[in-house]
């Protein structure tokens, strides 16, 4: 065996004995790369991982190695490895599961303990952007008539019967499994074994736990965690009952989601069909190129409304992307910087005025002095200042339409509750075409012929 | 006082009887609108704050606000801000108000005391992208012969000390400093006060603990924290003392940074500069706005080469725009994909080969899609199938061209150890806008004439 995959072995033998620490993504890179060397090894070194860290490594797996994994391993397995994480990771485990065999999924339900299968299908109901699809049903929640000695006991249990799930703050819940409050463990640590949860409660800030709903937007989710600075908050139902938990490593995740979904909607792509097959991510993808190519035919229709100009001045054409681009590159500045502010909270408070005002001042600025560059050089270029003071002039109203159109362009869709990264950039890109084509070609036929 | 203006007056009351939970972002968001209304009250309103608070809202204030804030208060004030918060706050506290009044910065430091003023300068050393700037200096350690009954007596001292911290786990080293492990507080509360913090280390697994050092790149810390699932991770120096924490909400704002980055480099815009002064933006978004011109120039240049076949046939001009948005936005595409994909690791797993078939593949599906429709809406349009051809046929090529280049180009750079986001898109465009023009005329010049 090459020293290279010897290395991935030791490392996966480590982590099967409880020498190494455990880390799902490189476990998953070790065995992807053994997998590529010989189909064997990644077979028989996956079935050495205990129940939860197969459970773990697989959603880390690329989707052909899951496939084959998936395919591979007995059923009664996988349904232990599904039982083993975290019911959030199994929610995702079963659903990758059913991606690739629907069959297959509904076997491994049908064999995994009654109380983990009730917990993946409550959870399959919510969608990839609601706080529910990251809710874990696990959690510590403690009586105000409880002791602090009986807290410890209920850890003891929590930590034998999931050992998966990390305890990170104690729950308060009354007869009705209502959500009375939330204790970090030093907050117990300085009491005796007698003591209440109720008179640690007493002590500490009255203030109504937070909480949310499964329903909520992980949009809303992620903003109450980094404005109280949050590890942990609890899920509650419409009646108020406690009924999972998100914790931090959950909002690492959400703000990544969040983020993408972000990034992937100025340019027109979707990340659940880029994560599918080919055909669906084109298809996907198509759309979106069939909706450029409607909005820029108005751009050509403009362009064609000069052909008597251009025919005159054929230098008129090989200057058409200068115009296009620069007011495409502008604005999109603009907009970029619009969308994040928008996603940030930051438009509330500065006010739409303050955005709009500071955008205008800053393409007004550059405006002046691409004009001046580009004047120079067509000037030059085609021996004719005219035609340099005419690109001047285009360049500098499409750079003040592209950044007053980059800002109000997101801010309008926002306020009509259109999420601005994904519709903005066409709506942008054929203003900056259509405009900037139509002033360039108009003021080329009123001072050039 | 009109009804809105109470509600934002009521609840800062609130917050500083301690009546309401504190949250640094609404807290400054009422702040805000209570200058709108009348300065006086924004100062006044200000005034009522706790130091602790005072200073974690002054970090969520607009850059305007926060420069009167920060020249209206008396400097002794300001300095007890920045001791009551946690050092990377005080850090970044000081630094803002140094962007505004450099001289004032030094004289609040000077208030400092002397421990919090030592810790801010340290701070200071670190860039934006480095953990250092993110990282605590206040966290709770014990020896190892500490017993669980003199941990409660550091507890009760931590929150006194530092009542803005939160204990999240407990660091324990020797007598150097030296980190040798991490207990969370569910270890220590399973046992009586005079067992010792070596004998449940004993117990606990024994691998070394994780850490980092204060020059890590953030990107590093963050894929620690989610591919370990951690809350906090200790800051060790070159001799692997302990000298700091990095906790949860960092993480939040790195990732948050990170993603800003990211968009904004693919835009042409710089996130610090963004944050300054509009001439500072202007100037950075002027320098993206020069290389594009550049860049375009090339394809000017094509188009100037081919202007006797444009001069014939005077359609070839109006569809321009067509063949270099298409190849632009699939460009786009394949782009913000890969770009993506390199900044989650998803590369290093399915192979760049991988990765560059999947994308050819979706070009070529769409490029085909687009080329018929587009050859039809020309025909039609122009009353020419030769036309119609020709367009289709550079479409197609150019869609090819625009999903290769915008695969290879991110991955080229990224293995040149050039952040891919950044300079990309300016390459990707310039690529589809040469090729596109000049196959689409060479084309027309060939089979049209």
Known sequence: ????????????????????????????KSLVKLRGYDVGLFFSNLSKLTHQHLGEVLLELPADAFAAAAERLPPHRLARAAEAIESDEATDLIQDIRQADATLAEKILSLMAHEERREVLELSKFEEDQAGAYMEREFLAAHPDDTVGDVKTLIRLFRQNEPAAPIIKLFVTNDEGLLLGTLHFTDLILFDD??????ILQRGDRKAPLSIRPASPIADVVRLFEEYDLNII????????????I????????????ETDQAYGLAGVDDEAEESSVSRAAHQRLIWLLFNLVAIMAASAVINLFDATIASYIALAALLPIIAALGGNA??????????????????????????????????????????VAALIVSLWFGDIRLGAIVAGALLLNLLVAGTAGTLIPLGLHRLGIDPA????????????????????????????
Chains 1, 2 share one sequence.
Not at 194 to 199: D, G, L, V
Not at 331 to 351: N, P, S
């Open 247 to 258: 914790v931090y490593d959950d909002i690492y995740d959400m703000i990544r989601q969040i």
């Open 194 to 199: 007698a003591t209440t949860i109720e008179e």
């Open 331 to 372: 604005g999109m500045q603009a907009l970029t910087v619009t969308i994040r502010k928008i996603a940030l909270g930051e438009i509330e408070y500065d006010g739409v005025s303050a955005a709009v005002k500071r955008e205008a001042l800053i393409v007004l600025a550059n405006g002046l002095s691409i004009a001046v």
């Open 422 to 449: 994904v519709a903005s950039s066409i709506f942008l890109t054929t203003t900056t075409d259509v405009f900037g084509f139509f002033i360039f070609l108009f003021l080329a036929q009123t001072f050039l012929l």
């Open 1 to 28: 065996m090459k020293p290279k995959i010897k290395k991935h072995v030791d490392r996966i033998h480590a982590i099967a004995g409880g020498h190494e620490r455990f880390n799902p993504t490189d476990t998953a």
């Open 234 to 245: 609890a899920v509650v139902n419409s009646e108020g009952k406690l009924i999972g938990r």
